[in-house]
């Protein structure tokens, strides 16, 4: 383990992301159906903000019970009423949606019964339209996004590498709703602020590694000894531990609001977006080796030059292997010249 | 694309500008005492309404209604003396922030829908009983007169004693001479005139649909005689037809009061008494005869022979028909009554005097307006036109102990998220690592700065959303130290001669990967700010607040400082904590290479 840690830092490791595909795509495939399957069969669990409905916050006193907030919010009258502990020193309790009267005969109910002023009780009364709306502009700000991140990495990269972020990044996303259906979390509106989140963060890792492979396969020429996979996968492997530390230094902070956010606050706007944002990126540093580079080189390996190419580097291969098997080897996973990773030849030029 | 020789000697200079960059911020904020950051309600406590409008049919309403619903909404939190009361815009919906907590009195109020109906006015006085209000009054009306509407109407007639008759069709009150602020405001007074005042201002004249000016020379009434001096305000007029309560409650109300009425949900079968939206004169006024929603356009435009400005209202065809029977009916009366009241929202907008009855569903409202008035009268009959329903579509009131609690919870994890990067970057790239970690204090110092001059200066507040945004953020400026350094490493472990050099060429190609993931964050940022409706918006804002804050460190000062900082033997011969030694490199250390290739 020491010595893939360090082969790891020093980022020597070569694991065969592109060559191994089909296992990549295999899985992906496997999840992705199974997000699918749970978001028909389970749905995903809405919050109070896509419902409708009111929710009050107060602190715990001594003694307050589940049973007596209940019975208390119950006579001041709402009828659906969920009681549930929020963080170590506050209760929160969500009932149907209630007017203005109803939400201050509620408020003073629970100050009284416990002994604190009205204005402690904290409350939010959402509309049973709004979140169809949120829901709608999520969608709408999705769409948009989308459209703007192909154009931008058409003109930064090229249009393969932006449909294969592009994929990737409904990967994510639909493997994202996937987990959160199979487990019930509740969806609230921050969640899908976290769910948006990702999208920056799926595509972030994947830009950076699209542009070492662009850097890499630029080399690529006629007489290269590597076709665009090879190359595309060296330059993976190379920017693998950048990819972990990228990942892991955003994943870093994230998991520190996800442990504030349960333990000191229990639920709420933290702890939901934190553990969408938990759960995404962890998906998207996953698709963005595993899916984005692999859907990118199966797109690159159509285009005539590089088939040719990959012709070429086999027909090479062949004769060197009788040659001399030695010297085949060494040229494919090192990468001596053309192809490799960048820096090599660099001293020359400049 | 400086050649690496001449960036390599400016990095002092590079941070001695980010440097007086900061202190630029730090002065700014000492210059205002202001510290700390303003925070929203959520972290404060408070009561936040999000407001969705709609149009009486539940269609979208029209971008300038909600504006103008704005304006109204704003007005009535202000009537409640609600003075810390925020009203915003976000995107279609209207968010309306209250600090304090127990406000549903007022979120009911600020709720209701806005409309418009043209009363008759049956008496009207100035705002306040006071005999020493009348002498005031006067002399604006009369001092001024003339202006424009004079030349203007002038058409004909003139008539009118005092003033400048003028107007065309319905003229609003306006006419006056406008002491100084708006012309409205004037006008309002002209509404004195009414009251016995002497100043008869506006004239007014019937301007059919063509617009014509046509100058019916009406008599108008100027009588408008002498003022009386009696302290009750009704002296003198003509209390024939009105409810007493009203002449009771038209005595006491103060117009001149925060809360003259907006709001108030008037009776459209009911007389009642209100005062000018400006708080200069009070009303009492006869059931509605138009309603707004018979209004079928406004615009504000000018009058192509004179120049002057004014308003043009279409009505529909019931509208139109209404509209000319009231004006038939009570041109020929006595001033106040020949004046008919848009009332928007329980205050007077505009009360013009009638001099002519109009027929064809067409009015001109000629007075002293400037651009500015007009378009402002305008906007409000259009809105009176499609008055908008307000769905409160989510109502929070958080307690000071729950904001205060999370505040806390986001200055935690703010914290705790910033020493987990530090330790790691610390452990994983040890003395590479303290540049990256000085990076992040330039930028959490950097943040800090311009979130405090924001919310002192730009009316920013700092809620849980931006929070979460900045604390998630360290992720990505971390991201940037780390494409760099990795770089960096790369150039030597593939036999860069020294750490210099590499620091150089390493940026070159760094730089590229930084900006364009940048841009991606900064793309998503934007969507997101301009779509996303809540909290969103907030979090968008710090990310891409951040992700500006980003570039500007690493160009500022991460590259410079790696500059400075291969020049120290620590870096360039490769130290053990160094984070570049020859060990944890796998290959040669940079101070090996240029000894072999020396």
Redesign the interface.
């Known amino acids: 383990m020491a010595g893939v840690i360090s082969r790891l830092?020093?980022?020597?490791i070569d694991i065969d992301f592109v060559g191994k595909r089909k296992i990549w795509y295999g899985l992906s495939a496997a999840l992705l159906l199974l997000s699918i399957v749970g978001l028909i069969v389970n749905g995903l669990n809405l919050g109070v903000?896509f419902r409708g409905g009111s929710v009050f916050?107060?602190?715990r006193t001594t003694g307050s019970s589940v049973e007596q907030i209940r019975d208390t919010v119950g006579a001041a009258g709402p009828h659906q009423i969920i009681v549930q502990q929020a963080?170590q020193n506050?209760w929160r309790v969500t009932t149907e949606s209630l007017d203005?009267?109803e939400?201050?005969k509620v408020?003073q109910a629970v100050a009284e019964r416990f002994g604190m002023p009205?204005?402690?009780?904290?409350?939010?009364?959402?509309?049973a339209?709004?979140g169809g709306?949120?829901s709608q502009?999520?969608w709408?700000?999705l769409a948009?996004?989308m459209i703007?991140?192909m154009l931008?990495?058409s003109v930064?990269f090229e249009w393969r590498m932006a449909l294969a972020a592009i994929v990737a990044l409904l990967h994510d996303l639909v493997i994202t709703a996937g987990i959160y259906a199979w487990s019930r979390f509740e969806v609230t509106?921050?969640t899908?602020?976290g769910f948006?989140?990702i999208?920056?963060y799926s595509?972030?890792d994947a830009?950076?590694v699209f542009?070492?492979i662009k850097?890499v396969t630029s080399k690529l020429g006629t007489s290269a000894k590597m076709t665009y996979t090879q190359a595309a996968n060296n330059a993976l492997s190379?920017?693998l531990?950048?990819s972990l530390?990228?990942s892991?230094?955003?994943?870093?902070?994230?998991?520190?609001?996800l442990?504030?956010?349960t333990t000191?606050?229990g639920a709420?706007?933290?702890k939901d977006?934190?553990l969408a944002?938990f759960v995404g990126m962890i998906v998207g540093t996953y698709s963005s080796l595993c899916v984005a580079t692999p859907i990118l080189v199966t797109l690159k390996e159509r285009e005539p030059q590089w088939q040719a190419l990959a012709r070429r580097v086999a027909a090479r291969q062949t004769s060197a292997a009788k040659a001399a098997a030695r010297d085949a080897k060494e040229a494919v996973p090192a990468g001596s010249q053309n192809g490799a990773?960048?820096?090599?030849d660099?001293?020359k030029k400049? | 694309m400086a050649p690496p020789t001449s960036s390599q000697s400016r990095p002092g200079r590079t941070l001695l500008l980010l440097l007086a960059l900061i202190l630029a911020m730090g002065a700014t904020i000492a210059l205002q005492k202001a510290f700390v950051p303003k925070f929203g309600l959520d972290l404060a406590?408070g009561t936040t309404v999000?407001l969705?409008p709609v149009t009486t049919t539940g269609k979208a309403p029209p971008s300038e209604s909600i504006d103008r619903a704005i304006t109204i909404i704003r007005a009535r939190v202000n009537g409640q003396g609600l003075s810390d009361a925020e009203v915003a815009r976000a995107?279609d919906n209207i968010v309306i922030s209250i600090p304090?907590?127990?406000q549903?009195?007022a979120?009911?109020l600020v709720s209701t829908t806005a409309e418009l109906r043209m009363r008759q006015v049956l008496a009207a006085a100035s705002a306040k009983e006071q005999p020493a209000q009348m002498p005031t009054a006067a002399p604006t009306p009369s001092g001024s007169a003339s202006p424009g509407a004079a030349a203007s109407a002038g058409a004909s007639a003139t008539p009118n004693a005092g003033a400048t008759p003028a107007g065309r069709a319905l003229s609003s009150a306006l006419t006056a001479p406008t002491p100084s602020p708006t012309a409205r405001h004037a006008n309002a007074a002209t509404g004195q005139h009414a009251n016995g005042a002497t100043g008869r201002k506006h004239g007014a004249r019937g301007a059919g649909a063509k617009a014509s000016p046509t100058p019916t020379p009406s008599a108008s009434p100027s009588a408008a005689p002498s003022a009386q001096a009696s302290d009750d305000p009704l002296a003198g007029q003509d209390t024939s037809g009105i409810e007493p309560a009203l002449l009771d409650q038209f005595r006491k109300i103060d117009c001149t009061a925060k809360n003259r009425g907006q709001g108030a949900q008037d009776d459209p079968s009911k007389q009642i008494v209100a005062c000018s939206d400006d708080g200069t004169v009070r009303y009492i006024l006869d059931k509605a005869a138009v309603q707004g929603t018979e209004i079928s356009g406004a615009q504000a435009g000018t009058d192509p022979t004179t120049g002057e400005w004014i308003v043009q209202v279409n009505f529909k065809s019931k509208g139109a028909s209404q509209f000319a029977d009231i004006t038939r009916r009570i041109t020929s009366l006595p001033a106040p009554r020949n004046q008919l009241a848009n009332v928007l929202d329980g205050v007077v907008v505009v009360a013009p005097t009638i001099e002519e009855a109009i027929p064809g569903g067409s009015a001109r409202i000629s007075g002293n307006f400037n651009q500015t008035s007009a378009t402002e009268l305008a906007d409000q009959l259009k809105y009176g036109s499609l008055p908008l329903k307000f769905?409160?579509?989510?109502?929070?009131?958080?307690?000071?102990?729950?904001g205060q609690?999370?505040l806390?919870?986001?200055l935690?994890?703010?914290a705790?998220?910033?020493l987990?990067?530090v330790i790691?970057?610390l452990l994983?790239y040890r003395g590479l690592g303290l540049i990256g970690v000085a990076s992040l204090i330039v930028a959490t110092v950097v943040t800090y700065s311009i979130v405090t001059i924001l919310s002192h200066n730009a009316g920013f507040r700092l809620s849980?959303?931006h929070i979460?945004g900045l604390?998630?953020s360290?992720?990505?400026t971390?991201?940037s130290f780390?494409?760099y350094f990795?770089r960096i490493?790369?150039?030597i472990?593939?036999?860069?001669?020294t750490l210099r050099s590499a620091v150089e060429?390493a940026w070159r190609?760094a730089r590229?990967?930084i900006l364009?993931?940048d841009?991606?964050?900064f793309?998503?940022?934007i969507?997101?700010f301009f779509?996303?409706?809540?909290?969103?918006a907030g979090?968008a804002f710090a990310?891409g607040l951040t992700t500006l804050i980003d570039i500007l460190v690493v160009f500022l000062f991460t590259k410079p400082l790696m500059a400075v900082a291969a020049r120290m033997r620590f870096f360039a011969k490769g130290h053990k904590l160094s984070g570049l030694d020859a060990e944890?490199?796998?290959r040669t250390s940079p101070a090996e290479q240029t000894m072999q290739e020396a």
Not at chain 1, 341 to 344: D, L
Request: glycine share 12%; proline share 3%.
């Open positions: 830092y020093r980022g020597d903000e916050d107060f602190p963080g506050s203005g009267a939400v201050t408020q009205d204005k402690e009780v904290s409350s939010q009364v959402i509309g339209t709004w709306e949120v502009k999520a709408i700000g948009v996004f703007a991140i931008y990495l930064a509106p921050a899908m602020l948006l989140t999208l920056g595509l972030y830009v950076v542009d070492m850097e190379h920017t531990i950048r530390n990228t892991l230094v955003a994943i870093l902070p994230v998991a520190a609001i442990f504030v956010g000191l606050l709420g706007t933290l977006l934190s944002l990773v960048p820096g090599s660099k001293r400049r | 406590g999000t969705s995107n304090g907590v127990g549903q009195e979120l009911k769905r409160q579509s989510e109502v929070t009131s958080v307690s000071s102990t729950l609690d999370q806390r919870g986001g935690i994890s703010g705790f998220g910033l987990i990067v790691y970057l994983y849980l959303p979460i604390v998630v360290i992720g990505i971390a991201d780390i494409v990795e490493r790369d150039e472990k593939e036999g860069r001669r060429v190609r590229r990967t364009v993931a841009a991606v964050m793309i998503a940022a969507v997101l779509l996303a409706v809540g909290g969103v979090f990310m944890r490199m796998g």
